[in-house]
């Protein structure tokens, strides 16, 4: 079985600031992992993910989430924020290998707030 | 090209009423999920379906039935709503069964009140 852990709960930042939003998770196989982004009375969306190659990965609007597999874990990254950046971040993965589409584990959201 | 809509966008029920929330995609994804979200928990799977015609329990199923009569349509229904209910339900679709990591695209959500 996997879990997700998402340290904090609640970010806040001030604008043009970096930021880093955790995620750990635990798996006794191999996983995708996965960043939604979820817009004040929205629903989720992706914002980027990881299923092979670079441990680095990019979204279009500046947010970069490395793979550490040592530490399991998939932190997310901005080095400077935007009001527009306010949102909820969920963290996600689901196991390598075989029909996974019920296998999808989210954690529990990281509400970033950006301070003007 | 609207993605994957939910309707209605907010409800209040009473104890023991019932209701259907309707999701459509015009994606023509063969997967389909409901999710739903609560505080402090991320979301969670109540039931999904891989196919027209198919259903399939997930994590948290009791107190809900579901139908995909349509392979662009998946209803969730609530047989007797309960106060725990309460939360917020979001429907998904995606085009693969997750076996090469594929992205599930989200509807709006659905926010339900059971007094």
């Known amino acids: 079985a996997q879990s997700v852990t998402q340290l904090d709960s609640q970010v806040p930042v001030f604008e043009e600031a970096p930021v880093e939003l955790r995620c750990n998770y635990s798996?006794?196989?191999?996983?995708?992992l996965f960043w939604y982004v979820q817009y004040p009375n929205q629903g989720l969306q992706l914002l980027l993910k990881y299923l092979s190659g670079s441990t680095l990965v990019k979204s279009i609007n500046g947010f970069e989430a490395e793979f550490n597999k040592s530490q399991t874990s998939f932190h997310l990254r901005k080095p400077s924020v935007h009001i527009s950046d306010t949102a909820e971040y969920f963290c996600?993965?689901?196991?390598?290998?075989?029909?996974?589409?019920?296998?999808?584990?989210f954690g529990p959201g990281t509400s970033l707030s950006v301070i003007p | 090209n609207a993605g994957v809509t939910q309707t209605p966008k907010f409800r209040v029920l009473k104890t023991g009423q019932s209701m259907t929330l309707l999701c459509a995609q015009d994606?023509?994804?063969?997967?389909m999920y409901w999710y739903r979200q609560d505080p402090g928990m991320g979301l969670r799977l109540i039931h999904y379906?891989?196919?027209?015609?198919?259903?399939a329990k997930g994590e948290v199923p009791d107190g809900y039935n579901v139908s995909r009569l349509k392979k662009q349509n998946f209803l969730l229904g609530l047989e007797s709503a309960a106060p725990s209910q309460t939360s917020v339900y979001f429907c998904?679709?995606?085009?693969?069964?997750?076996?090469?990591?594929?992205?599930?695209?989200f509807g709006p959500g659905t926010r339900l009140l059971v007094l």
């Open positions: 996600a993965v689901t196991p390598k290998g075989g029909s996974s589409y019920d296998k999808v584990i």
């Open positions: 998904a679709s995606s085009y693969g069964s997750g076996i090469l990591g594929e992205t599930q695209y």
């Open positions: 379906s891989v196919g027209e015609g198919t259903t």
């Open positions: 994606m023509n994804h063969e997967y």
């Open positions: 798996s006794s196989v191999s996983v995708y």
